[in-house]
Structure formats: structure tokens, C-alpha cells
């Protein structure tokens, strides 16, 4: 494995693995327990959104537990405002972290108020959307052969200007999405001027919606495939 780039919500690295497993590792960011509203109890409503569009708006605000998050985990928010403006997801106070402050839940003008008791738990992906921590996508690191007699008009082609370099570095060659409008051209010319050949690599990015730092949301995810490989296995050896 090798590291490409690390940001705060985004980790891109490259691993010999199969794309097979790649594949069960992004499904298993399904299976990690994640806190979010469930449940929303409005008092007072003078918006101009429905209660349940307020609702489903506070349910999608990713949240942060500075504590281990269990089955068991609950938290509760609580927000009531009386201002003209944007409501903003920050008003929300209690003993859990929102993670983006700016999400907008709706507007009040002069007199009217919003006042409500948002209750969130544990859960996964695979029961609702809102407990999803974030995404990982794959693909093929690919090695680029460029012929020297390579036309312009097939060098320019490339949006990333990976072929008109004069040495292609694996920098350059990390950007390569395989469009293969390089390789139209060739086809239309009968000719291999440009070769993508992909490689026994991935380049694999994980992006966090602010509830984990990347790198754990990954951890976790291995962490649980494994677990459940484990159980799995066990059953399938009692079988005679």
C-alpha cells in the first residue's frame, strides 16, 4: 500500500488487492454503527416548511461522538429560536457534536419561532441512508505507453495533458481517469499509439462524511468483514 494524498474527510492510497474485496470492504461501510436523528418532536413550527421536512433535513446532519458509539448510544438536541433568518444546524444544542454548523433547516421571518427535541441513536447504512459515514470508490492503476511518433492531435486530446509530457510520472499517471479518448483516436487510425494497460493495482479513495476521520471509517469496515468472516467460518465448520 501507498499513500497518495490525505485530507481532512478524504484518503487516497494505492493497494495490490483484488477488486473483489475492495468491493466487500465498500459494502461493509454499511455495517459501522453511526449516530443521527431518529426521532423529532417540534413544539412549534411557524416556518414555512412542513414539520416533516424540517425533520428529514435534521436527520441527515452528520453527527460526532467524542465517546464509542454502541447499540446502546443515544443523544439529545434541542434547538428553539425566535430570529429572523436562516436556521441554521448550529442552533441545535445538546451533548453530541454537529458536524456542519451552515447546514440550513429552514427560514423564519419577524415573530415566528421553531422549537423542537431531535433524539438520535446508533444505526447503520443498510437500515437508512442517514447513518452512512461515508463512501469509497476504486479503480484500476493503470501503466501508459505513448509511442514516439505519437500524433499532436492525439496528444492534445488528453483533458488531464497527461500524454503531452515527456516522461509520464506516476503522478500523472494517478490522474489517468481511462476515458480512452486517446484510444478512439488510435482505433480510428488503425493505429496503438497510446496503450492503458491496468495494472494488479488500485487507487482507492475514502471519503468521510464528517462522522469518522477516513482512516477509521476504513479500519472499522475491515475490522467488521473480518469479524463476520470469522462467525461465518465457524458455522461452515460445523457442518459434516
Request: aromatic letters at 6%; hydrophobic letters at 35%; glycine letters at 2%.
Amino acid at each position: 500500500m501507498k499513500l497518495i494524498n490525505t485530507k481532512t474527510n478524504q484518503l487516497i492510497f494505492t493497494a495490490e488487492t483484488s477488486e473483489s474485496l475492495a468491493n466487500a470492504i465498500r459494502k461493509y461501510f454499511n455495517q459501522i454503527l453511526v449516530l443521527a436523528v431518529d426521532e423529532v418532536e417540534i413544539a412549534k413550527n411557524d416556518s414555512p416548511l412542513y414539520d416533516e421536512t424540517i425533520a428529514h433535513r435534521i436527520g441527515l446532519i452528520p453527527l460526532k461522538s467524542k465517546k464509542n458509539i454502541t447499540e446502546k448510544t443515544q443523544a439529545e438536541l434541542k434547538l428553539k429560536v425566535k430570529q429572523e433568518g436562516i436556521i441554521y444546524a448550529e442552533e441545535l444544542k445538546g451533548n453530541i457534536e454537529i458536524v456542519y454548523g451552515k447546514i440550513p433547516l429552514t427560514v423564519l421571518t419577524k415573530d415566528q419561532e421553531l422549537e423542537l427535541t431531535a433524539t438520535a441513536k446508533a444505526g447503520k447504512a443498510s437500515q437508512h441512508s442517514k447513518f452512512s459515514p461515508g463512501i469509497l470508490i476504486y479503480r484500476n492503476l493503470v501503466d501508459i505507453k505513448v509511442d514516439k511518433n505519437c500524433p499532436k492531435e492525439i496528444l492534445e486530446i488528453c483533458p488531464k495533458n497527461i500524454l503531452k509530457q515527456e516522461k509520464i510520472s506516476e503522478e500523472d499517471i494517478i490522474k489517468c481517469d481511462m476515458c480512452e479518448l486517446c484510444i478512439e483516436i488510435c482505433k480510428k487510425q488503425n493505429k496503438d499509439y497510446v496503450k492503458i494497460i491496468p495494472t494488479n493495482e488500485l487507487i482507492i479513495t475514502v471519503e468521510s462524511f464528517g462522522q469518522f476521520k477516513p482512516e477509521e471509517i476504513f479500519k472499522k469496515s475491515v475490522e467488521t468483514l473480518k469479524k463476520d468472516l470469522s462467525e461465518f467460518s465457524k458455522e461452515i465448520s460445523k457442518i459434516k
